[in-house]
């Protein structure tokens, strides 16, 4: 039995790992000068994968933490802290640790051989994750920087208030740490580094991730598939059809398609079985994010899942009765806030295809 070619859901790598050559020389080339970098692009675009992969061949230390999972400032420290152990001896730190304003709890865990680290909670104070990033600025050497990813970069005001003054006050005298912030949501990102009244206005050079070419995920997965099948030129067309070249949902249909040869063979219908099964194991997902959303929002993504026509033109709003185009505008950028819409040049389209197949398989029954 052939190894399933097609991974998604976790970091992509090694042969999984899907064209990306020019946007990775060019996150090479930030990474090796003295500038800062900001990589914007709607979630599971693969921008992690992409990051680990430039960061894992340069063979340089690095931090990597989603702030969607810190819920405090002290919370990110303790992570933060928690990922330098991983990456220096604990010898090495002690020295450094008992500098700090506030001393944390360091307990080394028997079990899972990981170090458990915690600042005391609750306490607001902002000082333990300035006194960690200049652990980190401390650590880097000039010729062989820390490179520190902080990915949903967005989340800082979340965290707190005034997170962003206080990130920027100390970044800006980091000379061993390149920083790498990357986000999901476009229009929070931009406002955070393009706004002239935000602390980091222009503190990096923005880059914004696209979908791989067709052409290039056409070869991608033709000479995957072409140990399986003599029929991979029309498979490809009909899974980049369907998912219109998303990274995600593009190895996500193609990781099914290719158990389904596994198991049965080739089959006329192969394409259109493999999405009903992504669909129903997907089923009770879709029903809770279908209830949670209200009825202009449903009657706009039920447009969208039956037609192309534009949700704020008037023939839109006559075929769905979705109200006025403040009232769509607005729901529409709150759909593309939560995921569920990506906006494009051309206008917004559903994240999810197989959210889409969902809903018109719903409406029949």
């Known amino acids: 039995m052939e190894t399933n070619p097609f991974k998604f859901g976790t970091v992509v790598d090694g042969s999984f790992f899907a064209d990306r050559e020019d946007e990775i020389s060019k996150i090479a080339s930030f990474i090796k000068g003295e500038n800062h970098l900001i990589l914007i692009s709607p979630r599971r675009f693969g921008k992690t994968s992409l990051i680990r992969k430039v960061i894992n061949e340069s063979a340089r230390k690095y931090i990597y933490l989603d702030l969607q999972l810190i819920i405090s400032p002290d919370d990110f420290a303790s992570q933060l802290l928690k990922r330098i152990y991983r990456i220096f001896p604990v010898q090495k730190l002690k020295g450094f640790i008992k500098s700090f304003r506030l001393i944390p709890s360091v307990i080394l865990n028997p079990v899972t051989g990981e170090t458990e680290i915690s600042f005391k909670p609750g306490s607001g104070d902002l000082a333990p994750l300035e006194d960690v990033l200049n652990l980190a600025e401390k650590l880097g050497k000039e010729d062989n920087k820390i490179i520190m990813v902080l990915d949903e970069f967005q989340d800082i005001f979340r965290i707190h208030a005034g997170m962003d003054r206080l990130l920027r006050s ?21 406002n955070i580094f393009e706004k002239k009244s935000s602390p980091f206005y222009r503190f990096g050079s923005l880059m914004t991730l696209e979908k791989i070419p067709g052409n290039k995920f056409t070869l991608f997965l033709e000479e995957k598939f072409k140990s399986k099948t003599s029929r991979y030129s029309e498979l490809t067309k009909i899974i980049l059809a369907v998912t219109d070249s998303h990274p995600f949902y593009t190895q996500q249909f193609a990781f099914t398609v290719w158990e389904l040869l596994e198991r049965y063979g080739y089959k006329e219908d192969i394409t259109a079985i493999a999405a009903d099964e992504i669909v129903q194991s997907h089923d009770n997902d879709f029903e809770r994010l279908w209830n949670s959303l209200n009825r202009t929002d449903m009657a706009i993504l039920t447009g969208m899942a039956y037609s192309n026509i534009s949700p704020l033109s008037d023939e839109f709003y006559g075929l769905y009765g979705t109200g006025a185009s403040s009232t769509v505008f607005s729901a529409l950028k709150r759909l593309a806030g939560k995921g569920i819409l990506i906006k494009e040049r051309s206008g917004y389209i559903m994240d999810d295809p197989f959210f889409k197949r969902w809903i018109i398989a719903r409406r029949k029954i």
């Open 170 to 190: 100390v970044m800006q005298n980091h000379n061993n740490v390149n920083y790498i912030f990357m986000g999901s949501s476009e229009s929070m990102i931009r």
